[in-house]
């Protein structure tokens, strides 16, 4: 409580006011979800923020989509530079650009000054996921962009409103450049209207406590979460760690994972991130980040550690970042396409950092998690049977697993790191607003990565498409070769990547990445998100535990077998009933032991060889040998396959010759300093 004492707030006061600015955020997040017109906004991809007069973050919400956390100060900082003495009540800025802070173009940043007679006092701040700016792909995320230019609209710092006038011409020259002109005008609107909820609900706590009582405390709720990170920090071990995550691949290089390399420091009260020695250069296509995207993702994925925390720019100041010189993955210059770096560097942060801090608070160890994707399909609704062709935009994203963790399994069907409150789109209205059926949604067997605590399971996801033309399908995703790993001995999930007719004659294999692919009436899009990655050795699960996972349908037979060593055999399968084989699980645990190491080391051609012929799945080659192939032709992948043996190598098989937690033996511990 000491922040609050020195800038002479008496604690109650302090307290309230300090709750107040979450509510008030809240209040902005309800205004945006009950008056937005787009289906995608209404599926809560928002966030909103209090800002000070300098541009720092007085106060986030209590439901804000993670990747959005970090930048929205950046975004209000970028509208005084651009305006600064030219700011006046009642106006309202836009923006969403990217090399100023932003996450990708279609996160756009409503930013409206709030005023109390005349006198700045900060900014309030409504920020959105726009399902379409522009450019050469319905959704605006085009994976064969080679510039920003061909993903959308770029918005540098933009009067909407002036003196609160609305700018028509401004507005309509914004979503005239869209996919979907009259989303864009009611979102916009809807967004401004929630930045005036919040200057009003400040001008009431004026009214009611002072004025030099509430700009006080706009300093002294930062200063708060300042000293109460540092003193949290402060209370952990001094050490240096660090790991690395992979993209799938560049486009314009070949096959071969890009690397995302992370290392954390921490020194007294500071956290400090080094990602310096990630992929030095961009890559060539969409999956790439600037600099509000990366420190989103830092502070996402450091926040997680400290839920009791709020947050705000008093956070920022205890961690602190390198992204090393511009120009690479992680910090992305202009020209540089970014719009998938939700997909990309992003969730590879995230990941990277829950593997590190597992490694200083064990206790709350998490395995990899299944990644965002992204579905976009566009053309003409034929639906109407006056002969009218209404464009349509349906754009879906999934739920899938998290990582397992310390004595526990993962979550199933969740929403993605990325954006944990994010809704399950309901069918229903994606079948009202675009001429699509679902065919099938349900968890996907095998797809939690085996483990000690087995991963989160994924789903898998199929939809028709029915009275459509000129119809084309994107897909922004990845870890379709950086498979969701396991820690501390888990294993990986599944592959991410999407089938047209799958099992049918002239059945696609689309894979994780395309834009613009055409579909036809009839056509059946189909695909899983992965489950969470395993941690702890498999063959330490309790076999009672395998054998409910089968009855209940996780795991089956076959793979209870393969992945846990566990001989499962099924009495009723109407009743669900199964019985473990004592004999036949030591004998095949014993087999599994004597032999795993050697499967990661043996001839990678030879296991494709049999994979094409039949005689091996997809699992057999992630889980025991660690190959990976092109799943469309099997067509083996040697680099790749060379980058993901090291990897199990490194936090897998070290834990498989014991029980061992972390950190008994500084060879297989991921602690360097």
Same mark, same amino acid.
């Given at each position: 409580?000491?922040?609050? $004492?020195?800038?002479?707030?008496?604690?109650?006061? /302090?307290?309230?006011?300090?709750?107040?600015?979450?509510?008030?955020?809240?209040?902005?997040?309800?205004? %945006?979800?009950?008056?937005?017109? #787009? /289906?995608? @906004?209404?599926?809560?991809?928002?966030?909103?923020?209090?800002?000070?007069?300098?541009?720092?973050? +007085?106060?986030?919400?209590?439901?804000? %989509?993670?990747?959005?956390?970090?930048?929205?100060?950046?975004?209000?900082?970028?509208?005084?530079?651009?305006?600064?003495?030219?700011?006046?009540? !009642?106006?309202?800025?836009?923006?969403?650009?990217?090399?100023?802070?932003?996450?990708?173009?279609?996160?756009?940043?409503?930013?409206?000054?709030? /005023?109390?007679?005349?006198?700045?006092?900060?900014?309030?701040?409504?920020? !959105?996921?726009?399902?379409?700016?522009?450019?050469?792909?319905?959704?605006?995320?085009?994976?064969?962009?080679?510039?920003?230019?061909?993903?959308?609209?770029?918005?540098?710092?933009?009067?909407?409103?002036?003196?609160?006038?609305?700018?028509?011409?401004?507005?309509?020259?914004?979503?005239?450049?869209?996919?979907?002109?009259?989303?864009?005008?009611?979102?916009?609107?809807?967004?401004?209207?929630?930045?005036?909820?919040? &200057?009003?609900?400040?001008?009431?706590? +004026?009214?009611?406590?002072?004025?030099?009582? @509430?700009? *006080?405390? /706009?300093?002294?709720?930062?200063?708060?979460? &300042? *000293?109460?990170?540092?003193?949290?920090?402060?209370?952990?071990?001094?050490?240096?760690?660090? *790991?690395?995550?992979? +993209?799938?691949?560049?486009?314009?290089?070949?096959?071969?994972?890009?690397?995302?390399?992370?290392?954390?420091?921490?020194?007294?009260?500071?956290?400090?991130?080094?990602?310096?020695?990630?992929?030095?250069? #961009?890559?060539?296509?969409?999956?790439?980040?600037?600099?509000?995207? #990366?420190?989103?993702?830092?502070?996402?994925? *450091?926040?997680?550690?400290?839920?009791?925390?709020?947050?705000?720019?008093?956070?920022?100041?205890?961690?602190?970042?390198?992204?090393?010189?511009?120009?690479?993955?992680?910090?992305?210059?202009?020209?540089?396409?970014?719009?998938?770096?939700?997909?990309?560097?992003?969730?590879?942060? $995230?990941?990277?950092?829950? &593997?590190?801090?597992?490694?200083?608070?064990?206790?709350?160890? $998490?395995?990899?998690?299944?990644?965002?994707?992204?579905?976009?399909?566009?053309?003409?609704?034929?639906?109407?049977?006056?002969? !009218?062709?209404?464009?349509?935009?349906?754009?879906?994203?999934?739920?899938?697993?998290?990582?397992?963790?310390?004595?526990?399994?993962?979550?199933?069907?969740?929403?993605?790191?990325?954006?944990?409150?994010?809704?399950?789109?309901?069918?229903?209205?994606?079948?009202?607003?675009?001429?699509?059926?679902?065919?099938?949604?349900?968890?996907?067997?095998?797809?939690?990565?085996?483990?000690?605590?087995?991963?989160?399971?994924?789903?898998?996801?199929?939809?028709?498409?029915?009275?459509?033309?000129?119809?084309?399908?994107?897909?922004?995703?990845?870890?379709?070769?950086?498979?969701?790993?396991?820690?501390?001995?888990?294993?990986?999930?599944?592959?991410?990547?999407?089938?047209?007719?799958?099992?049918?004659?002239?059945?696609?294999?689309?894979?994780?990445?395309?834009?613009?692919?055409?579909?036809?009436?009839?056509?059946?899009?189909?695909?899983? #998100?992965?489950?969470?990655?395993?941690?702890?050795?498999?063959?330490?699960?309790?076999?009672?535990?395998?054998?409910?996972?089968?009855?209940?349908?996780?795991?089956?037979?076959?793979?209870?077998? +393969?992945?846990?060593?566990?001989?499962?055999?099924?009495?009723?399968?109407?009743?669900?009933?199964?019985?473990?084989?004592?004999?036949?699980?030591?004998?095949?645990?014993?087999?599994?032991?004597?032999?795993?190491?050697?499967?990661?080391? &043996?001839?990678?051609?030879?296991?494709?060889?049999?994979?094409?012929?039949?005689?091996?799945?997809?699992?057999?080659?992630?889980?025991?040998?660690?190959?990976?192939?092109?799943?469309?032709?099997?067509?083996?992948?040697?680099?790749?396959?060379?980058?993901?043996?090291?990897?199990?190598?490194?936090?897998?098989?070290?834990?498989?010759?014991?029980? $061992?937690?972390?950190?008994?033996?500084?060879?297989?511990?991921?602690?360097?300093?």
């Amino acid at each position: 409580m000491s922040a609050n $004492m020195d800038h002479g707030l008496d604690p109650v006061t /302090f307290e309230v006011l300090k709750n107040a600015y979450v509510n008030i955020v809240d209040q902005m997040a309800e205004q %945006i979800f009950r008056t937005c017109y #787009s /289906f995608v @906004i209404w599926s809560r991809d928002f966030s909103s923020a209090l800002c000070d007069a300098n541009g720092d973050t +007085i106060m986030q919400g209590s439901g804000d %989509i993670a990747a959005h956390v970090g930048t929205l100060h950046y975004t209000a900082k970028a509208v005084i530079n651009a305006f600064k003495g030219d700011i006046h009540p !009642g106006d309202v800025f836009v923006v969403n650009d990217v090399y100023q802070g932003g996450t990708h173009f279609n996160d756009t940043r409503i930013v409206r000054p709030m /005023f109390y007679q005349g006198e700045l006092l900060g900014f309030a701040q409504a920020n !959105g996921h726009w399902a379409d700016v522009g450019g050469a792909t319905p959704g605006s995320f085009n994976v064969n962009a080679i510039d920003h230019m061909a993903e959308g609209l770029r918005i540098t710092p933009v009067r909407v409103w002036s003196k609160g006038q609305c700018l028509h011409d401004v507005c309509n020259l914004i979503a005239s450049n869209t996919r979907a002109p009259a989303d864009i005008i009611g979102d916009m609107e809807a967004q401004a209207e929630a930045t005036k909820v919040a &200057e009003q609900e400040i001008c009431r706590l +004026i009214e009611k406590y002072g004025l030099g009582v @509430i700009k *006080t405390s /706009f300093g002294a709720v930062q200063d708060y979460v &300042e *000293t109460l990170t540092r003193q949290r920090v402060s209370a952990l071990p001094d050490g240096v760690w660090e *790991t690395e995550d992979y +993209i799938d691949l560049d486009p314009g290089v070949g096959e071969g994972l890009i690397p995302i390399r992370v290392r954390m420091t921490i020194k007294d009260d500071t956290v400090h991130y080094d990602l310096s020695k990630s992929h030095p250069t #961009s890559i060539r296509c969409f999956l790439n980040a600037c600099f509000g995207g #990366s420190f989103a993702a830092i502070v996402a994925g *450091t926040k997680m550690q400290f839920p009791e925390i709020p947050l705000n720019s008093g956070f920022y100041r205890v961690v602190t970042v390198d992204l090393g010189p511009e120009g690479s993955v992680v910090n992305a210059a202009w020209p540089t396409p970014v719009a998938g770096f939700c997909s990309g560097p992003f969730e590879k942060i $995230m990941n990277s950092i829950f &593997e590190l801090w597992a490694e200083v608070m064990p206790e709350r160890a $998490m395995a990899c998690t299944f990644n965002l994707d992204y579905l976009l399909i566009g053309g003409q609704d034929k639906r109407d049977a006056s002969g !009218g062709h209404k464009y349509f935009m349906w754009y879906d994203w999934m739920v899938g697993g998290w990582g397992a963790r310390n004595g526990r399994d993962g979550w199933a069907a969740t929403g993605p790191v990325f954006g944990v409150q994010l809704g399950t789109q309901p069918f229903e209205g994606q079948e009202r607003l675009a001429p699509v059926l679902t065919a099938c949604h349900e968890l996907r067997v095998d797809s939690g990565g085996p483990g000690e605590s087995r991963g989160g399971m994924g789903v898998d996801k199929g939809v028709i498409l029915t009275k459509v033309d000129r119809t084309v399908v994107s897909y922004c995703c990845d870890r379709e070769r950086s498979i969701t790993w396991g820690l501390w001995g888990g294993l990986p999930s599944i592959p991410h990547g999407v089938w047209v007719n799958e099992g049918l004659e002239n059945e696609r294999y689309l894979g994780s990445m395309f834009s613009n692919e055409p579909l036809s009436p009839g056509d059946l899009v189909s695909r899983p #998100s992965a489950g969470g990655g395993g941690l702890g050795d498999p063959l330490e699960r309790d076999p009672q535990l395998v054998c409910e996972d089968v009855a209940d349908g996780y795991v089956s037979i076959e793979r209870a077998a +393969i992945d846990y060593g566990v001989v499962v055999k099924e009495v009723d399968a109407d009743l669900a009933e199964y019985v473990v084989d004592r004999e036949g699980t030591l004998a095949k645990r014993a087999y599994i032991r004597a032999n795993r190491a050697k499967w990661l080391d &043996e001839d990678a051609g030879a296991i494709a060889a049999k994979y094409r012929a039949g005689e091996l799945g997809t699992l057999d080659l992630i889980r025991q040998y660690g190959v990976i192939v092109n799943w469309g032709s099997g067509e083996l992948l040697e680099k790749t396959t060379q980058q993901f043996r090291s990897m199990l190598k490194r936090r897998a098989a070290p834990y498989w010759s014991q029980r $061992m937690q972390p950190g008994q033996d500084a060879t297989v511990s991921l602690k360097v300093a």
